[in-house]
């Protein structure tokens, strides 16, 4: 096979979380241009089907799947409608995530069970869902969104810091615990993005500088810069990677 090939996922579907917009959505496309007919989802079925329609006029192959991704009864009839529907997930990409800014200290106990339901739990519920499905088959393709922030920690972010270093490490015990029933689960690691998240971020001058000093690349990352990454770990070319996180992200975690 040539090398190239291997990159290909025609005749896959891969279901993405959280892929109305920004890197989700990035992710989306990005499987959708390699081949696969790709499950958009989020919480907003007009703003999927607006999404979905879009992505249709470039002869991308897009369904959607609207449902809570906290949810965990609504995951599991989801995942079982999708599968009977539209074929066999053979990739997963966990991407819902949220954020919330405040010192520790000032963090509300509401928000902090939000933020770890939308970021941690949909993880896990989207990933057994799934999983289940998978192992039956002997094969299958999860990647979860980490974060540079499962690495390393800002002020004012702690909670998001703590869920994005959990999901590293539930990566890890999905891979060690799944990975003998012949599955893949790695995780992609983005830096500093510009996306509806970090607009603020991307808006405060004083900001933007710091981090344009601090990242190699000498700039913010665009969320077509995660696509390669994405298609790389759905598809064959990564089937001896097993628990890995890459880090896309312009070489912050490289350097103090």
């Avoid at 920004?22 to 992710?27: D, E, K, P, T, V």
């Avoid at 607006?50 to 449902?67: E, I, N, P, Y």
């Avoid at 270093?165 to 060690?176: C, E």
Wanted: proline fraction near 3%; aromatic fraction near 6%.
């Amino acid at each position: 096979m040539n090398v190239l090939d291997q990159f290909k996922l025609t005749g896959r579907t891969a279901l993405v979380t959280g892929s109305s917009a920004g890197i989700g959505l990035a992710i989306a496309t990005g499987l959708a241009q390699a081949g696969a007919r790709v499950v958009l989802n989020g919480r907003n079925a007009a703003k999927l089907e607006q999404v979905a329609a879009q992505l249709r006029t470039t002869g991308a192959d897009v369904v959607t799947s609207c449902f809570d991704v906290t949810d965990g009864a609504a995951v599991n009839q989801a995942v079982a409608a999708i599968e009977a529907d539209h074929g066999a997930i053979d990739i997963l990409v966990n991407n819902a995530g949220m954020q919330r800014r405040a010192p520790l200290h000032e963090f509300d106990e509401g928000h902090w069970h939000e933020l770890m339901r939308t970021n941690l739990d949909s993880v896990f519920l989207v990933g057994k869902a799934v999983a289940l499905h998978m192992i039956a088959r002997g094969r299958g393709k999860i990647v979860n969104i980490c974060s540079v922030q499962s690495e390393l920690g800002r002020p004012g972010i702690a909670p998001y810091t703590a869920s994005k270093g959990a999901v590293k490490m539930l990566t890890k015990g999905m891979a060690i615990d799944w990975g003998p029933k012949g599955l893949q689960v790695n995780g992609i690691g983005p830096g500093y993005f510009k996306t509806e998240l970090n607009q603020a971020l991307v808006d405060n001058p004083e900001f933007s500088a710091w981090l344009l000093n601090r990242t190699p690349s000498r700039r913010w990352g665009d969320v077509e810069d995660l696509m390669g990454a994405a298609v790389f770990l759905a598809s064959d070319a990564s089937r001896f990677m097993n628990g890995h996180i890459l880090y896309v992200d312009g070489g912050v975690t490289a350097t103090l």
